[in-house]
């Protein structure tokens, strides 16, 4: 078993940065992939960025290049640099693991979860 706590939402204004934090404990998250997913109010869980155990990343489209996932196998901390934020990236944040072999971005496959951490971005 793998808890997962987030960290480091606020709130913030358009263009503004914020830096969000996966801290797991229980046991190493080294040969997990990764993710952050979201949730916005009225809408369903969207994935967000993804990496898996070896370093590669995936991004949706919405956030490429704005976005950048990392990993500290050394801490067990997962992280979520977002730049230039933007009204529509207000949502609860989530931290989760997938122990499959394969990298996926599918929430399906995502086997741990953290509890979630509010972003929101005033205009």
């Known amino acids: 078993q793998v808890q997962l706590v987030e960290s480091g939402g606020g709130l913030v204004q358009a263009g503004d940065s914020l830096r969000l934090s996966c801290a797991a404990s229980g046991r190493t998250i080294s040969r997990d992939h990764m993710a952050w997913f979201r949730q916005a109010p009225g809408k369903e869980r969207e994935f967000v960025a993804a990496i898996s155990w070896f370093g590669i990343t995936n991004y949706v489209p919405s956030v490429e290049g704005r976005f950048t996932i990392s990993r500290d196998n050394a801490k067990n901390t997962v992280s979520l640099q977002m730049n230039t934020l933007k009204p529509e990236d207000t949502a609860v944040y989530y931290c989760?693991?997938?122990?499959?072999?394969?990298?996926?971005?599918?929430?399906?496959?995502?086997?741990?979860w953290g509890q979630g951490t509010q972003v929101t971005v005033s205009s």
């Open positions: 989760a693991a997938a122990t499959r072999v394969a990298f996926t971005i599918s929430e399906a496959e995502y086997d741990y």
